[in-house]
Nanobody
Framework: QVQLVESGGGVVQPGDSLRLSCIVS??????????WGWYRQAPGDQREFVGR???????RYSNSVSARFIISRDNSKNAVYLQMDGLKPEDTAVYFC????????WGQGTQVTVSS
């Protein structure tokens, strides 16, 4: 079974940066051929799309994070990353990774809290 493990969240102030990591369990042999995405869920809200990276490295982001967030991947580590700069209070949420479109069971996510 594929496992998704997110990490790197924390409590930061507005304008700060964080880098989230997602490690996909090694029993997935086609990681490099898949598109991967980041999603987030704020309290009381539905999970929403943040951005995705294709198998050949092309990225796309939601309007709310475009120009502030960058997704990257390391196929040698089965890893996907989310660099978040210029964090705002409205970025507060639990962040998840998954194949894009979402396909595998969700991991635990990592909490990001932006507060002054």
């Amino acid at each position: 079974q594929v496992q998704l493990v997110e990490s790197g969240g924390g409590v930061v102030q507005p304008g700060d940066s964080l880098r989230l990591s997602c490690i996909v369990s090694r029993n997935i042999f086609s990681f490099s051929a898949m598109d991967w995405g980041w999603y987030r869920q704020a309290p009381g809200d539905q999970r929403e799309f943040v951005g995705r990276i294709t198998s050949d490295g092309h990225t796309r982001y939601s309007n709310s994070v475009s120009a502030r967030f960058i997704i990257s991947r390391d196929n040698s580590k089965n890893a996907v990353y989310l660099q978040m700069d210029g964090l705002k209070p409205e970025d507060t949420a639990v962040y998840f990774c998954n194949r894009h479109p979402a396909y595998f069971p969700w991991g635990q996510g990592t909490q990001v809290t932006v507060s002054s």
